[in-house]
């Protein structure tokens, strides 16, 4: 198939499209996550993971995930559909028992992403714990 989704696309796609997308199958959902990922800055050394299918559980129609070596934590950037209206940036636990949205978006900003991932690989490059980083993060975003 090979649809083509741009940023400013995917930035002014309501809820109920991702959900569209999500039902149209695997082709279209793929497109759309590689889409989501080129749009943002992966760190250096960090491994980033798109889902097409369940592989995390299917919730939202886009998820991928960021993670440093080591696997402490990772990073989930999760679309709007039927779990949320707004974007999320959420921060998983290496043993996944804590989870903490870090920043919601209306829209999808690949800079804010960006930033929000970077920040985090900086923290966690500098040695910095999990409970300072998600503080960190906390402060900048609002939440």
């Known amino acids: 198939m090979n649809t083509v ?3 400013e696309s995917i930035s002014g796609m309501a809820p109920d499209e991702f959900e569209h997308i999500r039902e149209a199958g695997f082709e279209f959902r793929s497109d759309l996550t590689h889409a989501v990922m080129c ?3 992966i760190p250096s050394g960090w491994q980033a ?3 097409y299918r369940s592989e ?3 919730w939202f129609p886009v998820q991928v995930r960021f993670s ?3 696997g402490a934590f990772r990073i989930e950037v999760c679309s709007p559909g039927e779990i949320s209206q707004d974007w999320l940036i959420v921060v998983v636990s290496g043993n996944g028992q804590s989870v903490s949205v870090v920043r919601q978006l209306a829209q999808f900003d690949g ?3 960006s ?3 970077a920040l985090a690989a900086s923290l966690h490059g500098a040695g910095y714990s999990l409970c300072h980083i998600l503080a ?3 402060m900048e975003g609002g939440l």
Do not use: K, R
């Open 5 to 7: 989704f741009e940023t």
């Open 39 to 41: 749009g943002l800055t």
């Open 49 to 51: 993971s798109g889902e």
């Open 56 to 58: 995390f559980g299917g």
């Open 68 to 70: 440093p070596q080591g």
């Open 111 to 113: 800079d804010i992403i």
């Open 115 to 117: 930033h929000v991932i």
């Open 136 to 138: 960190t993060l906390g």
